[in-house]
Every structure is written in C-alpha cells, then in structure tokens.
C-alpha cells in the first residue's frame, strides 16, 4: 500500500469513529452524507450534523482531489510541479451552549508530481485548536495535555514547537493580532525524506488524530448542560463573528479549496450557523466575558 493509500484509508477509518462518537453525546441529531466529486479529478465525503442537543452545527469531511496544480497556488506554496494529490480529514464543530468550546482540526497529505508524472515532493500537516468564548482553565489543561501526550512518543521536542506554530497561525492580524481561542498545535511541510520516515509521519498523523476524541469529548461532556442565558448566547455570536473573519481572511485551508476548484459547500461548513458583528464592541470590565479576552494570548497550559 502507498503511502496516500495507507493515509487515507486512515482518514476514512476516522471520520467514521468521530461522527459516531459525537452522534453518542448529542442523542438527538445525526450526520448527513454528501457524496462529491470534483470535475477535475476526485472528491470526497461531507458529513454534517445540525440542530443538535448539544452540537448546533458542525461538519467532519473527508476529500481525496487531484489534478493540475494552478499556478496561484504553486506561486502561493512556494512550489514548483505540474500536478498534485491531495487528501485529509477537517472538521469544525460548533456547540450549542456558548460553554463549551468549538473545536477544530485537520490532517492531511500532500504530493507533487513533475512533468513525466514523477512524484517530486510530498508532505503532511494537521493540528487541532480549540475556542472557548468562557475560560475554564482545566479545560485548556486538559485539552493541551492530551495532545501532547499524543506527541511526546515521537519527540518532547513537538509539542512546545507546534504548539507555537499554532498560537502564531490561528491569529486575527486585522485585529491587534487577537488569537481564534486558545490554540493546541499545528505543524505543515513535514517533509519525509525517505519512505521509512514517511511511514513514521502517517504514525505521527494517526496518534494526532486518534487523540481528538479523547482532548475534546470530556469538555463537552464537562459544559454541556450549565445552564446560560440570551446575554451568553450574544457573547458566544459576536466571538463567532472574529472566527468568521479568520476563515475568510486569512486561513490556508480556504484559500487552497476555493482556487483549486474544491467544493464550496465543504469548505465553507466551518462558518458558525449564527455570528453577530457589533461596531466596537468591548465586555465590560471585570466580566467573564473580559476574561476570555485576557486569555487570547500565547500562553502556557501545561507546567512540568
């Protein structure tokens, strides 16, 4: 088996344990399945959950595409190569009780093939970022410890750098440089240098992704009946509306699906079903609100 045979068998294996482990912990909603397929070669398999008990929108979506590679996008990776494949899992899920965190996170593979077919370069990437809009300091311990119990096996040296790639990623530029939440870890072009080492990155990508269940799940299970009130709910939108305009703004998954051609419907399913933007909005001092605020900063959640 190839190496983006082996991954996406993975990948495929995952999402089908992650949509029915959050099917579990709502009781009420389930996903539905889209099929899709991209004119220009491959597609995938959206799978969205809405209306929820507890998840009120969120999607897990697998994709497998190829073809030529635009030159946008070759100017835009810094890359040269006349076709690629590309496969991975995303997903976002976005909770009903503005208590519990949205979560989100991806793996993925990429390939680049020469003019004769050749395969000239590949690579992997992947993370998971979680946003509360309350601070709950175990819950940031909880969900950064995990990940890097998922990592330590592979070199103590991952956590502390993926983790700071993440906390400089996920940040909102046009804003004072605020961060989307309270990060996790996020690494790209993990290039393997020769097929032992690839095989060693598809184990490094499969202890990431089986560690999401665990990070996540007993913080929703945590926060999903406190009891909250309109004025949560408003603050819950408005922290929305700054995920909102990461999306759109600045991150790479987005732009790499919209200019090659990717389905929009898939792409766009991280969007919040509800966000509000309010002209120069501040929480009142001293609020649990301002607090969130405090937090939106690079930090460190796990002491040794």
């Known amino acids: 088996m190839t190496i983006k045979e082996q991954f996406y068998a993975y990948i495929a294996s995952l999402q089908d344990t992650i949509c029915q482990a959050l099917e579990a912990v709502d009781g009420k909603a389930r996903f539905i399945e889209d099929k899709w397929e991209r004119p220009e070669g491959g597609g995938g398999i959206s799978r969205v959950i809405a209306n929820g008990k507890v998840f009120e929108k969120g999607g897990v979506n697998t994709s497998a595409v190829h073809g030529q590679l635009p030159a946008s996008m070759r100017e835009t990776l810094g890359v040269n190569g006349a076709e690629f494949y590309a496969c991975g899992l995303s997903l976002v899920i976005h909770p009903l009780n503005p208590y519990v965190p949205t979560v989100h996170a991806n793996w993925r593979y990429f390939e680049l093939y020469d003019g004769q077919g050749n395969k000239a370069d590949s690579w992997f990437g992947g993370g998971s970022d979680l946003t509360p809009y309350y601070i709950f300091e175990e819950d940031g311990v909880h969900f950064h410890t995990t990940l890097k119990k998922a990592m330590d096996p592979f070199g103590k040296e991952y956590y502390p750098a993926y983790k700071k790639?993440?906390?400089?990623y996920f940040i909102n530029k046009h804003r004072n440089n605020e961060a989307r939440g309270i990060g996790g870890v996020f690494y790209d072009y993990l290039r393997p240098a020769d097929?032992?080492?690839?095989?060693?990155?598809?184990?490094?990508?499969?202890?990431?992704?089986?560690?999401?269940?665990?990070?996540?799940?007993?913080?929703?299970?945590?926060?999903?009946?406190?009891?909250?009130?309109?004025?949560?709910?408003?603050?819950?939108?408005?922290?929305?509306?700054?995920?909102?305009?990461?999306?759109?703004?600045h991150d790479r998954g987005t732009v790499f699906g919209l200019k090659t051609n990717g389905r929009t419907e898939s792409i766009l399913m991280s969007l919040p079903p509800r966000a509000r933007w309010e002209y120069n909005h501040r929480p009142a001092p001293g609020s649990p609100e301002a607090r969130l605020m405090e937090y939106l900063k690079p930090r460190e959640w796990i002491r040794e």
Do not use: H, M
């Open 195 to 249: 097929e032992q080492e690839a095989r060693r990155l598809v184990d490094f990508q499969q202890a990431n992704g089986n560690a999401f269940l665990p990070a996540y799940l007993p913080i929703v299970e945590k926060r999903k009946d406190e009891l909250y009130s309109e004025e949560q709910v408003k603050w819950q939108e408005i922290r929305r509306g700054r995920y909102t305009e990461f999306n759109l703004i």
């Open 165 to 168: 790639q993440c906390d400089q």
